[in-house]
């Protein structure tokens, strides 16, 4: 411990480490158990009992931490225990670090509740006196409310007869709470009622002193309460510590004894085998060995001192028959004697790792051959990994993508907010998926359907992404299609029956916005049966091709011409501000009409019976407008056809 920046006074034995104590009074005493004259123990009891040295922390030094050995040092007094031989600057180190914490400590404070404002002062003046801190309140009411505030007492003294809420019930509550029923509770009553103590210690109270009191013993209480707890609670941690690292452990843990019983064993352990802790523990550790692994020489060299350690890969059995690869790490415990105890086994079962290699390896051949495009980025967006597909898909090499930022597939079609909300969404939920327009490298644009995911650390920080995409432009481009089929007559390209019936209920729908017409017309074609009679299907189909395009032209952009079946039409006209303008629409119509159609070197003359309705004049309602122009047209055709009528001009 040269160099480490402390001043060291050495004693060769117990009586003479006292003797320097007292005199020298040092920050820090290490001791060892077994020395001559004195051994640890004594001299750790005598230290603790003067006064002049009974606060100087001490480290006892041991060979063998066992539970007897630690719960003997912490009941004469000793602070730590550190177990040798130890490292080389491990002792200086823990040293520093435990002076540390000791200056870093305030000093013990006490929580007294007491109504009486000369025996508050005599309290205050003895724990100053004792240099322990305090919070002195009047009644046990506004004890409760110091310690809910945070104050963290090491013991609490409660008068048994005060207003608001007395002592009694003040420690029924306190013991009754799992944060504050480790403190101990001493109980201040008069001599002559011995109800009062009664009552104290049955509602959990500690110890009790009683009035008058003499200040000394108080202390001396105090202190042993706190020096009990301490212990106990030292020990406590020691023994939880250990149990919890046992059965926590991500290895599977087991205690052996010589004859190779298992005598404890942990719930990883149970899990590798599939045995149940009880099955364990009903057997030894060569039956759940696999027959091959029949040399267990390494055990017996343990007990010899050949070796202290060993570390080995052993096969063993799953309860389900299954073989299973394991890594074996054993030591072995011994007495302060020297004598064996038990063995300890470390076990992890490295089947899983290789079983997990062989999914990495296949996960990588996936990734090597998946038909979606898959990139790996860092944390700025820059690619690390692109897989096969990827750069087919893109039509890039992989130094072309490696190190770049996906944006060099930016198609333009995109606003920078559909960007911005793409990097929001990973922010926020860590994940974004959706379709997105890319460019390859040969400028062909293509649409995907992307998810992205942030990999997260340990931290919840994310270091990576990884985007996978599909490539759905030609799946786009049939749904586009399939629709356009779905809404449009086959043979003409116009708007069929469901089409037609969407855009009259939204132009009746804006119409009564903005208080303009909207008007029907439907056309059936006049002397139409003979051509198809005479001519064929063929010739008749191209009739109406032809009646479509002269339809179309004889109206705006913003009007519908569609195709109910046969050789009836119908047009809708919106926006329209005067509704005679139908007339000139209509006339235009019949007299586009009238004109020849030349089909297969034949020339064809067909007309058009029309009857119009507007709204609203005629109707608000769809059904009615479409009943209204249907009963118009066919009033035409009645009267002799090639014309047209409006439906309130035959009312």
């Known amino acids: 411990m040269s160099?480490?920046?402390?001043?060291?006074?050495?004693?060769?034995?117990?009586?003479?480490?006292?003797?320097?104590?007292?005199?020298?009074?040092?920050?820090?005493?290490?001791?060892?158990?077994?020395?001559?004259?004195?051994?640890?123990?004594?001299?750790?009891?005598?230290?603790?009992?003067?006064?002049?040295?009974?606060?100087?922390?001490?480290?006892?030094?041991?060979?063998?931490?066992?539970?007897?050995?630690?719960?003997?040092?912490?009941?004469?007094?000793?602070?730590?225990?550190?177990?040798?031989?130890?490292?080389?600057?491990?002792?200086?180190?823990?040293?520093?670090?435990?002076?540390?914490?000791?200056?870093?400590?305030?000093?013990?404070?006490?929580?007294?509740?007491?109504?009486?404002?000369?025996?508050?002062?005599?309290?205050?003046?003895?724990?100053?006196?004792?240099?322990?801190?305090?919070?002195?309140?009047?009644?046990?009411?506004?004890?409760?409310?110091?310690?809910?505030?945070?104050?963290?007492?090491?013991?609490?003294?409660?008068?048994?007869?005060?207003?608001?809420?007395?002592?009694?019930?003040?420690?029924?509550?306190?013991?009754?709470?799992?944060?504050?029923?480790?403190?101990?509770?001493?109980?201040?009553?008069?001599?002559?009622?011995?109800?009062?103590?009664?009552?104290?210690?049955?509602?959990?109270?500690?110890?009790?002193?009683?009035?008058p009191f003499d200040g000394d013993e108080l202390i001396a209480r105090l202190e042993a309460h706190i020096r009990n707890y301490s212990l106990v609670r030292k020990l406590k941690e020691s023994e939880n510590q250990f149990k919890s690292s046992f059965e926590n452990a991500p290895l599977g843990m087991a205690l052996v004894a010589l004859d190779h019983r298992l005598i404890s064993v942990n719930k990883v352990l149970c899990e590798i085998t599939g045995l149940s802790a009880e099955e364990l523990l009903a057997t030894s550790f060569p039956d759940i060995t696999h027959p091959d692994e029949n040399d267990y020489s390494f055990i017996q060299e343990m007990i010899e001192k050949k070796n202290s350690l060993f570390q080995g890969e052993m096969k063993w059995i799953h309860k389900s028959g299954k073989i299973l690869s394991i890594l074996l790490n054993v030591s072995l415990l011994r007495g302060t004697d020297g004598h064996p105890i038990h063995f300890i086994f470390e076990i992890q079962d490295i089947t899983k790792q290789k079983e997990a290699e062989s999914q990495i390896q296949l996960a990588a051949k996936i990734y090597e051959n998946i038909m979606d495009g898959i990139i790996v980025t860092d944390r700025k967006g820059n690619i690390e990994i692109p897989n096969p597909a990827f750069l087919q898909m893109t039509g890039y090499c992989a130094d072309e993508t490696i190190g770049k930022n996906p944006k060099f597939l930016k198609s333009g079609r995109h606003e920078p907010a559909f960007y911005k909300e793409v990097w929001g969404s990973l922010a926020n939920t860590g994940q974004w998926h959706g379709e997105i327009w890319n460019r390859r490298k040969d400028g062909e644009v293509f649409l995907t359907w992307a998810r992205i995911n942030s990999i997260e650390d340990n931290k919840g920080v994310p270091t990576h992404f990884v985007a996978i995409y599909s490539d759905i432009t030609a799946r786009k481009l049939q749904e586009k299609r399939l629709e356009y089929l779905a809404n449009h007559d086959a043979l003409t390209g116009l708007p069929n029956r469901i089409f037609f019936r969407d855009i009259l209920d939204q132009g009746l729908a804006r119409s009564k916005r903005f208080k303009d017409y909207v008007v029907l017309m439907f056309i059936d074609l006049d002397k139409f049966k003979p051509i198809n009679d005479s001519l064929g299907h063929e010739a008749g189909d191209a009739v109406l091709k032809e009646v479509a395009v002269r339809l179309k032209n004889c109206v705006r952009q913003s009007d519908t011409v569609s195709r109910l079946g046969g050789d009836e039409f119908v047009v809708i006209l919106q926006d329209v501000k005067k509704k005679e303008g139908a007339s000139i629409i209509a006339r235009k119509m019949l007299e586009s009409l009238s004109r020849s159609f030349k089909v297969h070197d034949n020339e064809c003359n067909i007309g058009a019976s029309i009857g119009i309705s507007i709204s609203p004049l005629d109707s608000e309602d769809a059904e009615v407008l479409i009943s209204n122009a249907d009963a118009a047209m066919y009033r035409v055709k009645e009267k002799g056809r090639n014309d047209f009528l409006y439906f309130h001009d035959i009312s």
Do not use: W
Not at 87 to 96: D, E, F, R
């Open 3 to 211: 160099g480490s920046g402390f001043k060291f006074l050495l004693a060769k034995n117990g009586k003479e480490a006292v003797e320097i104590a007292t005199l020298e009074k040092p920050d820090l005493i290490t001791m060892d158990i077994n020395m001559p004259v004195m051994d640890g123990y004594e001299a750790c009891l005598q230290l603790i009992t003067q006064q002049d040295t009974s606060n100087i922390p001490i480290i006892i030094l041991t060979t063998n931490n066992t539970r007897e050995e630690r719960e003997k040092g912490f009941e004469v007094g000793a602070t730590e225990y550190f177990t040798k031989p130890f490292a080389k600057g491990h002792l200086s180190a823990y040293i520093k670090h435990l002076l540390s914490e000791l200056k870093s400590e305030r000093t013990e404070k006490v929580l007294i509740a007491e109504d009486d404002f000369i025996a508050q002062q005599i309290f205050k003046n003895y724990m100053k006196k004792y240099g322990f801190g305090c919070e002195i309140v009047g009644d046990g009411k506004k004890a409760l409310e110091v310690l809910e505030n945070g104050f963290q007492p090491a013991a609490v003294i409660l008068d048994c007869l005060m207003p608001v809420m007395d002592g009694i019930d003040t420690c029924r509550i306190l013991k009754k709470n799992e944060a504050y029923r480790h403190i101990p509770v001493i109980m201040v009553t008069s001599a002559k009622n011995k109800d009062d103590i009664i009552a104290g210690l049955e509602a959990g109270a500690d110890d009790y002193i009683t009035k």
